[in-house]
């Protein structure tokens, strides 16, 4: 999978990255970082002291701090990235990173965006003022099975998690759509075939270059792990029968109550089916919970480790589903690897990527009424045991198959490579 870099002529050109400091920012942002680098390119990357990321596993890049260093006056201020980023001559952010559209707008600096969710959730992000205007913030408990008529894939409870346009995180979204507008062209982590009906309403939308490049394909993204991959699994995965495993895993940020988290411990235990359980530290929000679990557990059936190297084990052969908080990168992963899913989702854009699996792509099922062991169980059996599950599990293959050939020679993630560099040197 990993490339070899090239020795080209390029090399003295310099990109500046600045991921937003969480890992499932800096995963895709460094994913791409290698492509780039593989295609000739110098790196730098900006990092926050807050979730560094390992500079040890990229003797390739060069690392620079910022933010946290300046005395607290300066943070965020113009004349410390004006400083830094004078000398380079192109740099590139993760869309969150609003703000840095006007400091390279101050330097000339052209500036690209990586977006590190779906085109389908930009889609639903840029429509916010729209659904305010419409007034589905303020709507009460008694609508939220309702369809949203604007955006009629979605329900009112899959955007209510916005309470006002006014909310920061609202603001935030706003301005992340406003700045990526403004910027030079966008990378997505995705791919057409995925989301080709997206790419034409985002291209109508957001008037600049897209490329739609699906990272898993290209580098993995355990060298930008910000906690150790416990590998020991292994030998337990390789012992069990082809498709058979529930991998759990609900990415770096989810939190549930004990009474979930024992309801998940439950829904495993009655689905009888060999499960392998990232159970983060943190994960729980209780500290007890070690004192609640079903006696025995996880017994000969499972594993439950505080985090996985999450690419190999959907790669792994034993791997039959994956149980997923609906995490962007997460998602992207499992469609790579052709392992159907199991969508949870808990908060941000989780809700829309499960609705859009479930109902759209067809390669998952929406457990869209929180956590209870009964459906849980009977999620999984209908997943991995019954013949129900035998579509959704063949749709998952030939969407794998789409993300194999998109990157093959003329395939459109290969074009899409193609162009950025091309557009990158061209700047
Ligand atoms: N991940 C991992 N080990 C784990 C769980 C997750 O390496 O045990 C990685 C996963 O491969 C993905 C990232 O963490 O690249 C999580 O990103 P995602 O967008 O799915 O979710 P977030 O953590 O942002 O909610």
């Not at 005395?71 to 004349?79: F, L």
């Not at 959730?121 to 305010?132: A, E, R």
């Not at 894939?153 to 006002?164: A, C, E, N, Q, R």
């Not at 392998?276 to 943190?282: D, K």
Request: charged share 25%; glycine share 4%.
């Amino acid at each position: 999978m990993e490339n070899q870099p090239k020795t080209t002529v390029r090399r003295h050109r310099r990109i500046i990255m600045f991921p937003f400091p969480f890992q499932g920012h800096i995963n895709p942002m460094f994913q791409l970082a290698n492509l780039l680098y593989s295609e000739g390119f110098s790196i730098t990357i900006l990092h926050t002291n807050f979730n560094a990321p390992k500079v040890s596993n990229y003797s390739h890049f060069t690392f620079k701090s910022i933010l946290d260093d300046c005395p607290e006056n300066e943070r965020y201020s113009k004349a410390s990235w004006a400083d830094f980023a004078q000398n380079f001559i192109y740099k590139q952010d993760d869309a969150f990173w609003h703000f840095t559209q006007k400091v390279a707008d101050s330097l000339n600096l052209p500036r690209l965006v990586l977006r590190t969710s779906s085109l389908y959730c930009t889609i639903v992000y840029s429509s916010i003022p729209l659904l305010d205007d419409r007034g589905y913030f303020t709507l009460d408990e008694s609508h939220l099975e309702e369809q949203v008529v604007e955006l009629p894939l979605l329900k009112v409870k899959d955007v209510i998690g916005i309470k006002s346009i006014k909310d920061p995180y609202a603001e935030l979204i706003c301005d992340m759509v406003k700045e990526t507008k403004a910027s030079s062209g966008i990378i997505w982590n995705s791919f057409k075939e995925l989301e080709e009906t997206e790419l034409k309403r985002v291209s109508d939308d957001f008037l600049v270059p897209h490329f739609l490049i699906p990272f898993p394909k290209y580098f993995t993204a355990s060298s930008s792990s910000l906690l150790e991959q416990d590998r020991t699994i292994f030998p337990w995965l390789d012992q069990q029968l082809p498709k058979s495993v529930v991998y759990v895993s609900f990415g770096s940020l989810s939190q549930v109550e004990e009474k979930e988290f024992l309801e998940i411990a439950h829904g495993l235990v009655y689905s009888k089916q060999p499960f392998l359980w990232v159970v983060r530290h943190g994960f729980v929000k209780s500290s007890t919970w070690h004192e609640s679990l079903p006696e025995g557990f996880p017994g000969e059936r499972g594993r439950v480790v505080e985090w996985a190297p999450q690419q190999d084990v959907l790669a792994n052969e034993a791997t039959g589903v994956f149980w997923i908080h609906s995490g962007w990168n997460s998602t992207l992963e499992s469609i790579c690897e052709g392992v159907p899913m199991i969508c949870s989702s808990f908060w941000g854009d989780q809700p829309l990527d499960a609705r859009y699996m479930s109902e759209v792509s067809r390669v998952g099922v929406y457990l869209e009424n929180g956590l209870q062991r009964e459906e849980i169980a009977s999620a999984i059996r209908r997943l991995m045991v019954d013949e129900e599950g035998k579509e959704i599990r063949e749709r998952a293959r030939v969407l794998k198959r789409k993300a194999d050939v998109s990157v093959t020679k003329g395939g459109s993630s290969n074009e899409s490579v193609k162009t950025l560099i091309d557009y990158i040197s061209s700047l």
